[in-house]
């Protein structure tokens, strides 16, 4: 059974940095994506940034140049560091663990943790 565990989130005012870290476990899967999506309420979950085991990395438009993610294949760990965040950054934000197979991904996700930016 998969399992993730984040820790980070919180908040900040806008301009500051948060930190997101998200943890793997119960999983062998060697081909997969780590990262992160977030959903605002009344809103569809959105990609935020994911980097496969090889290290090719995905950023949301709206990121790119403040985000960075990063992961540990060995830690089977991924980090997203959030800069120069905005208030509309705002949203629950979600590990995500995607076994890439043959037959289709499967997604896995964490419990989620809070971002909140002031203006």
């Known amino acids: 059974q998969v399992q993730l565990v984040e820790s980070g989130g919180g908040l900040v005012q806008a301009g500051g940095s948060l930190r997101l870290s998200c943890a793997a476990s119960?999983?062998?899967?060697?081909?997969?994506?780590m990262g992160w999506y977030r959903q605002d309420p009344g809103k569809q979950r959105e990609l935020v940034a994911a980097?496969?085991?090889?290290?090719?990395?995905n950023y949301a438009d709206s990121v790119k140049g403040r985000f960075t993610i990063s992961r540990d294949n060995a830690k089977k760990t991924v980090s997203l560091q959030m800069n120069s965040l905005k208030p509309e950054d705002t949203a629950v934000y979600y590990c995500?663990?995607?076994?890439?197979?043959?037959?289709?991904?499967?997604?896995?996700w964490g419990q989620g943790t809070q971002v909140t930016v002031s203006s």
């Open positions: 980097m496969t085991t090889g290290g090719s990395t």
């Open positions: 119960g999983t062998d899967f060697s081909i997969n994506s």
């Open positions: 995500n663990y995607k076994w890439i197979r043959a037959r289709g991904p499967v997604d896995y």
